[in-house]
């Protein structure tokens, strides 16, 4: 058995958990926050056959698509009389962050 792990974007969730959920998979969405932009992004995680973990990549390349957005950096520590310009910094966000971890055993008690 296996667990997959997806980091997907929060408007991405509700579909992707929709597809699963359609050819009856089992799967938690956790809401997560990502360290680098700091703003929500949802888990969704899933236990499964090992036969099945090809199907469920498909369903999150199916539903899950990149984006670009732009941040603005942190500015700089300055001297008196120095001038910074901030320019935005373009950053892309998935479609999907997938780990697939083996799972030692499962338990419905
Ligand atoms: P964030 O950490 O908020 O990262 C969002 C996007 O910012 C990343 O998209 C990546 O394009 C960029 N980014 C992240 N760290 C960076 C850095 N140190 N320098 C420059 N750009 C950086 P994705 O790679 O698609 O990741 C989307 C989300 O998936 C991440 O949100 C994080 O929540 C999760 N994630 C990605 N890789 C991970 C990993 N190895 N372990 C755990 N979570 C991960």
Known sequence: ?????????????????????????????LHSTGGFLKQNNATVMLGVEEAQVEDVLGLIRETCHSRSQYINPMPPIMEPGEFYMPY???VTFGGATVFVVDVARQERL
Do not use: N
Not at 7 to 17: K, R
């Open 88 to 90: 935005p910094v373009e």
């Open 1 to 29: 058995m296996k667990l997959v792990i997806a980091i997907v974007h929060s408007e991405d969730a509700g579909a992707l958990v929709d597809a699963l959920t359609d050819k009856d998979y089992r799967v938690t969405r």
